[in-house]
């Protein structure tokens, strides 16, 4: 009996290993088919309209238009990633700290239901930073954001987490592929423990979820879509080269997702200095509180407040602008939910699928040294100008 039961035992792990490899298999299979779409998505830029585009207001300051200045955005050599330098003091701010003090004095952007609204560079005038309230004509977005913060707020609990507040007050996982801090190769983030990733296994197979993260996919697109059809041949390219390698969402192009459980996500100055420097981060404000008084966005070299509120998403270069949130009232509840791709992984694949250290070996890293300063030129054209996108002009 005891070596019966061991058997059972033993099948009993196998299937379950097996039905895991099958699951992963699909998911890999879902992303893979995603990716090897650019040429529909090409026709479907071209023949589709976006209403919300004729319908965006240029941030202003006093009526004059403001901009990005890209040259002032610290990045490495190789344009790939951000840099941590030169950040302002790491604690909480209230609104008043930046709006009404002479010290600061920056720009508050105050939010307009339904509008959308950008930034664009001061050189190219392509669109750097873009505020959007959320889908168009879409009553029950509200309540579907409401629904994505309740499930924050209530698997909070089955959580364990590790006491590492890097970013402030509040504890954070994160799910996807990553590539960084001394991995051999790009990898899918499975070092947070069972409970944790249940956790965000359960998250990310909500509807809620998958409504934001299909959402903010469809808006990358119809705002910088040459970025995105890069995204798109970068991130085929990594999966087919990496058959264990699967997108977290089957319905967006970013390679991994974190969530800030809260209960007050209250962001301190920071970069995330390891996302792709001249791509986007995709950032969604959950929870209840009043965003006319907290919860602000702040983005320090533009010197700008932007008014924040449950349910809307900004979509920022995050690796290369200062970023954090004003102070919320003590009894108010905040979380966000924020979708990014790595910078490595972007390294990774153009440098031959291979860590940095053995690609500046090669020949190629040589004739490459040339293109280190043009890299980030090169990105920086990927952002289309609010001409280019209302005539569809950029393809």
């Given at each position: 009996?005891?070596?019966?039961?061991?058997?059972?035992?033993?099948?009993?792990?196998?299937?379950?290993?097996?039905?895991?490899?099958?699951?992963?298999?699909i998911?890999?299979?879902?992303?893979?088919?995603?990716?090897?779409?650019?040429?529909?998505?090409?026709?479907?830029?071209?023949?589709?309209?976006?209403?919300h585009?004729?319908?965006?207001?240029?941030?202003k300051?006093?009526?004059?238009?403001?901009s990005?200045?890209?040259?002032?955005?610290?990045?490495?050599?190789?344009?790939?990633?951000?840099?941590?330098?030169?950040?302002?003091?790491?604690?909480?701010?209230?609104?008043?700290d930046?709006?009404?003090?002479?010290?600061?004095?920056?720009?508050?952007?105050?939010?307009?239901?339904?509008?959308?609204?950008?930034?664009?560079?001061?050189?190219?005038?392509?669109?750097?930073?873009?505020?959007?309230?959320?889908?168009?004509?879409?009553?029950?977005?509200?309540?579907?954001?409401r629904?994505?913060?309740?499930?924050?707020?209530?698997?909070?609990?089955?959580?364990?987490?590790?006491?590492?507040?890097?970013?402030?007050?509040?504890?954070?996982?994160?799910?996807?592929?990553?590539?960084?801090?001394?991995?051999?190769?790009?990898?899918?983030?499975?070092?947070?423990?069972?409970?944790?990733?249940?956790?965000?296994?359960?998250?990310?197979?909500?509807?809620?979820?998958?409504?934001?993260?299909?959402?903010?996919?469809?808006?990358?697109?119809?705002?910088?879509?040459?970025?995105?059809?890069?995204?798109?041949?970068?991130?085929?390219?990594?999966?087919?080269?990496?058959?264990?390698?699967?997108?977290?969402?089957?319905?967006?192009?970013?390679?991994?997702?974190?969530?800030?459980?809260?209960?007050?996500?209250?962001?301190?100055?920071?970069?995330?200095?390891?996302?792709?420097?001249?791509?986007?981060?995709?950032?969604?404000?959950?929870?209840?509180?009043?965003?006319?008084k907290g919860?602000?966005?702040?983005?320090?070299?533009?010197?700008?407040?932007?008014?924040?509120?449950?349910?809307?998403?900004?979509?920022?270069p995050?690796?290369?602008?200062?970023?954090?949130?004003?102070?919320?009232?003590?009894?108010?509840?905040?979380?966000?939910?924020t979708?990014?791709?790595?910078?490595?992984?972007?390294?990774?694949?153009?440098?031959?699928?291979?860590?940095?250290?053995?690609?500046?070996?090669?020949?190629?890293?040589v004739?490459?040294?040339?293109?280190?300063?043009?890299?980030?030129?090169?990105?920086?054209s990927?952002?289309?100008?609010?001409d280019?996108?209302?005539?569809?002009?950029f393809?």
């Open positions: 009996m005891p070596r019966k039961r061991a058997k059972n035992e033993m099948d009993r792990k196998r299937d379950k290993e097996h039905s895991k490899e099958k699951r992963r298999k998911r890999q299979q879902q992303s893979i088919a995603f990716c090897h779409d650019e040429q529909k998505l090409r026709q479907h830029l071209q023949t589709h309209q976006f209403p585009l004729n319908n965006a207001q240029h941030v300051d006093k009526d004059v238009p403001m990005v200045d890209p040259e002032n955005l610290p990045r490495t050599s190789t344009g790939y990633l951000g840099l941590g330098r030169d950040l302002p003091e790491r604690r909480e701010y209230a609104l008043s930046l709006v009404d003090d002479g010290a600061h004095n920056f720009t508050l952007v105050r939010h307009t239901p339904e509008v959308t609204k950008y930034i664009p560079s001061a050189e190219s005038k392509g669109v750097m930073v873009v505020i959007s309230p959320g889908p168009e004509n879409d009553p029950s977005w509200n309540e579907n954001t629904k994505a913060a309740a499930s924050i707020e209530e698997l909070a609990s089955h959580c364990l987490f590790t006491g590492d507040r890097r970013r402030g007050s509040f504890d954070s996982l994160f799910y996807g592929i990553s590539m960084g801090n001394g991995q051999p190769r790009p990898m899918v983030l499975n070092d947070q423990g069972a409970a944790n990733l249940r956790v965000l296994e359960r998250l990310r197979t909500m509807e809620c979820f998958q409504r934001i993260a299909g959402f903010i996919s469809v808006t990358f697109l119809s705002w910088a879509p040459n970025l995105f059809l890069y995204y798109i041949r970068i991130t085929a390219a990594l999966l087919n080269r990496h058959p264990d390698l699967f997108l977290p969402f089957a319905n967006c192009i970013f390679a991994a997702f974190a969530v800030n459980f809260g209960p007050q996500t209250v962001c301190l100055p920071h970069r995330d200095t390891k996302n792709l420097a001249f791509g986007w981060c995709a950032v969604t404000a959950l929870g209840d509180f009043d965003w006319t919860g602000h966005l702040m983005l320090w070299e533009l010197k700008m407040v932007l008014e924040f509120p449950p349910g809307a998403t900004i979509f920022i995050s690796a290369v602008v200062c970023h954090f949130n004003t102070r919320i009232q003590p009894q108010e509840k905040r979380f966000s939910f979708l990014y791709s790595a910078g490595g992984l972007f390294r990774w694949v153009e440098h031959g699928f291979q860590l940095e250290k053995v690609y500046q070996q090669t020949l190629e890293a004739r490459d040294a040339r293109d280190n300063a043009q890299k980030w030129a090169t990105g920086l990927l952002f289309s100008s609010i280019a996108l209302q005539t569809r002009s393809l």
